[in-house]
Nanobody, 123 residues
Framework: QVQLVESGGGLVQAGASLRLSCAASGRTFSSYAMGWFRQAPGKEREIVAAISWSGGNTYYADPVKGRATISRDNAKNTVYLQMNSLKPEDTAVYYC????????????????WGQGTQVTVSS
């Protein structure tokens, strides 16, 4: 069982940066691949980025490629998402999730989810 708590969201202007954090409880955090997803009003949840259990492999969705960096610190049971050059279309609730089977690209592959943190980007 893994419990996830996101933080770091907020209201920022276009062009700004944010670093989201996801703190995990449980002794098996380092065995999970982790992902960041987002869901904007009226839209389906979509993957933003994912990272393997070791941090050696990462994935970025096209809309954030070049602007986002996912990282993890297994000693601190925390995964991060650094977002730069934020755009109004990045506005969404951001969720972190844990995948026990590998680096997944779809939400159904992730077993554990946090409650989400709101990111709002004004133009």
């Amino acid at each position: 069982q893994v419990q996830l708590v996101e933080s770091g969201g907020g209201l920022v202007q276009a062009g700004a940066s944010l670093r989201l954090s996801c703190a995990a409880s449980g002794r098996t955090f380092s065995s999970y691949a982790m992902g960041w997803f987002r869901q904007a009003p009226g839209k389906e949840r979509e993957i933003v980025a994912a990272i393997s259990w070791s941090g050696g492999n990462t994935y970025y969705a096209d809309p954030v490629k070049g602007r986002a960096t996912i990282s993890r610190d297994n000693a601190k049971n925390t995964v991060y998402l650094q977002m730069n050059s934020l755009k109004p279309e990045d506005t969404a609730v951001y969720y972190c999730a844990a995948d026990p089977y590998g680096l997944g690209y779809d939400s159904y592959e992730y077993n554990y989810w946090g409650q989400g943190t709101q990111v709002t980007v004004s133009s």
